[in-house]
């Protein structure tokens, strides 16, 4: 699987927009991208995954560049449940995801 | 549902104990996947399951442990002898996918801190 690469830290304004990158420039063409996150203490939780296209939810929207290269994860209005470490992963149809480092994000009020 | 459901959620033990813990995964979910997360190695995969069968359990770190999954709704990850060096949490999650689907959502339990002296 595709190695990502995202910032080890950010923060944010309670009420504003999230916004955390991840850099995958190895993906191949049969490999998603899916974004979890981990509240402290808690186990990781799925938010959103995409192909190629845009992908919205209740939680959050996953913009992927054409290039597939990288993706944004957007939390439109971040609030302070929002802090937690986010984690992006590129994984193709097997289930064997791997976990990196993440980003470490930050809500401020 | 319930959703995973992990147990013992904390254990504390001496090295050298047989230390066992147990998970039940969401029901009708068909993969099951044990994780381990230390401060100095973030979230490991350690073994998974696909319809009871362990697919990939490269991620164990040593003979000392070791997983099985008798039936679709119940699953241990056992470590005999137990070591200093194992005290982490760890995460039992369940997923509805096949091998083969793009959907890999996975359910993460509450995990099971592991304390050993």
């Known amino acids: 699987d595709a190695k990502t690469t995202q910032p080890p830290s950010m923060d944010c304004a309670e009420g504003r927009a999230a916004n955390l990158p991840c850099n995958h420039s190895?993906?191949?063409?049969?490999?998603?991208v899916y974004w979890y996150r981990q509240i402290h203490s808690q186990g990781p939780q799925y938010i959103i995954h995409g192909l190629k296209n845009n992908e919205t939810n209740e939680m959050a929207s996953l913009i992927i560049t054409e290039d597939r290269k990288s993706s944004t994860l957007i939390l439109p209005h971040a609030t302070l449940r929002d802090t937690a470490v986010y984690y992006c992963i590129v994984i193709n149809n097997n289930n064997d995801m791997r976990f990196g480092a993440g980003t470490r994000l930050t809500v401020k009020p | 549902d319930a959703g995973v459901i992990q147990s013992p959620r904390h254990e504390v033990t001496e090295m050298g104990q047989e230390v066992t813990l147990r998970c039940k995964p969401i029901s009708g979910h068909n993969s099951l996947f044990w994780y381990r997360q230390t401060m100095m190695r973030g979230l490991e995969l350690l073994i998974y399951?696909?319809?009871?069968?362990?697919?990939?359990d490269s991620g164990m770190p040593e003979d000392r442990f070791s997983a099985k999954m008798p039936n679709a709704s119940f699953s241990t990850l056992k470590i005999q002898p137990s070591e200093p060096r194992d005290s982490a949490v760890y995460f039992c999650?369940?997923?509805?996918?096949?091998?083969?689907?793009?959907?890999?959502?996975?359910?993460f339990g509450p995990g099971t801190r592991l304390t050993v002296l």
């Open positions: 399951f696909n319809n009871n069968v362990p697919i990939d």
């Open positions: 190895t993906i191949s063409g049969n490999e998603y």
């Open positions: 999650a369940s997923s509805g996918g096949d091998a083969g689907l793009s959907y890999n959502e996975q359910f």
